[in-house]
């Protein structure tokens, strides 16, 4: 086992303190790269760039971050392109000089405009791999240092096994709070999914779980209604979301045979609210319209002071309609459905159909006698 420099075991036991604590990533990075005399590091995971800006970096990173997503000089990435393959054929440490030379940095783009611009011209990646996914360390230094060595790439294998380890940790502690908030939504008797950037399925909560199998599943960890009009609605919804944040009409229905649809609304989740390297991008709600009865419109009235019109919208939502269905179904027109249901959501302080369907169904259920956990 090679001896590591004191410096940089001090900055290894910081990762590793990281690994329950994600807070100190950014320590432990900044830590290791006074070590090796890098100018600085990001800790990137082999997935999308849409979720660089989510990434733990040293503060020297974070405009140059920043700029990387917003100039979209990641469409032309040299070292990811260049870089994984040799990973992939079994070399874990990928210097500056593997990828790329000299011609390379004269001539391309992304080094003349680019990298020379924050000072970042020479680059190594140390690869390894949590219980999740593939991740590389990238470490850079400034023009007016020297490149990274074979005495760098050997120093940079030995680190190998403890990222991995406190980045396999992280992951799991991550992940076991994302599942935590999902269990939070059983006290709603709803369904929970967390997805990342792409829309594919991190976490799932039980009540979730038992909504597959008839008209939704999850197949290649993306979820997927049996419905073709359902479906089609469904990958919208996610997809508009995760690019443009909450969308207008709230919830849609997804159909199923011989029962009631199930409801699904699409929330975005807050930067400051994901963990690292979980990549939680959004929460998927779901309400099975099945569970429990629709309250009678007269129950509405009495409970929540809705007027007769407010009444009949909201059990018709609550009876799995979207807005427009059930706008069509009163003969009213669309924005007049809009103002009723804003009314609504005042009347019952509730912000969102997913939350006023799940607090309908209690009205309805403790009318028929029926306990709800």
């Known amino acids: 086992m090679t001896e590591l420099p004191e410096p940089v075991n001090a900055a290894i036991s910081k990762l590793y303190e990281a690994g329950f604590d994600t807070a100190l990533w950014q320590e432990g990075l900044e830590s290791l790269c006074r070590a090796v005399g890098a100018h600085s590091a990001v800790t990137v995971p082999r997935i999308a760039a849409e979720n660089t800006l989510l990434l733990p970096c040293t503060l020297e990173m974070e405009d140059f971050l920043k700029a990387f997503v917003a100039e979209e000089w990641y469409r032309r990435d040299l070292r990811a392109e ?24 004269a001539r391309e783009p ?37 490149p990274f060595d074979e005495t760098d790439r050997r120093l940079f ?19 076991a709070t994302a599942k935590g908030g999902l269990s939070t939504l059983e006290a709603l008797d709803c369904g ?28 290649g960890n993306q979820l997927l209604a049996r419905d073709a009009d359902s479906n089609a609605a469904l990958q919208s919804l996610i997809g508009r979301t995760l690019r443009e944040g909450p969308q207008e009409e709230g919830a849609i229905a997804i159909s199923r045979p011989l029962r009631r649809p199930i409801l699904i609304d699409v929330l975005p989740i807050p930067a400051a609210a994901r963990a690292p390297f979980l990549f939680g991008k959004a929460l998927l709600i779901l309400a099975d319209l099945d569970r429990t009865p629709v309250p009678q419109e007269t129950m509405l009235i009495r409970a929540f002071g ?26 009213i027109g669309r924005e007049t459905a809009r103002t009723h249901l804003k009314s609504v959501f005042q009347k019952t302080d509730t912000r969102r159909q997913t939350e006023l369907i799940a607090l309908l169904q209690r009205v309805g259920a403790r009318r028929n006698g029926i306990s709800i956990p």
């Open 82 to 105: 260049r870089g994984w393959p040799l990973v992939d054929a079994g070399r874990p440490v990928v210097l500056e000089q593997d990828i790329v030379t000299p011609e390379d940095h």
């Open 192 to 219: 929970g999914i967390l997805v990342n950037a792409r829309g594919r399925v991190i976490a799932v909560n039980t009540r979730a779980e038992a909504l597959l199998g008839n008209g939704l599943a999850i197949a």
């Open 306 to 331: 809705l007027t007769q019109r407010e009444a009949a919208l909201a059990a018709r939502l609550a009876e799995g309609f979207d807005l427009a269905e059930a706008a069509a179904q009163l003969e």
């Open 110 to 146: 992304l080094y003349q405009d680019f990298y020379q611009r924050y000072g970042m011209l020479w680059w190594a990646g140390i690869t390894f791999k949590s219980f999740d996914q593939h991740y590389v360390v990238s470490l850079s230094r400034r023009p007016d240092q020297n």
């Open 157 to 175: 294998q030995a680190l190998t096994g403890h990222l991995s380890r406190a980045l396999t940790m992280a992951e799991r502690l991550a992940t």
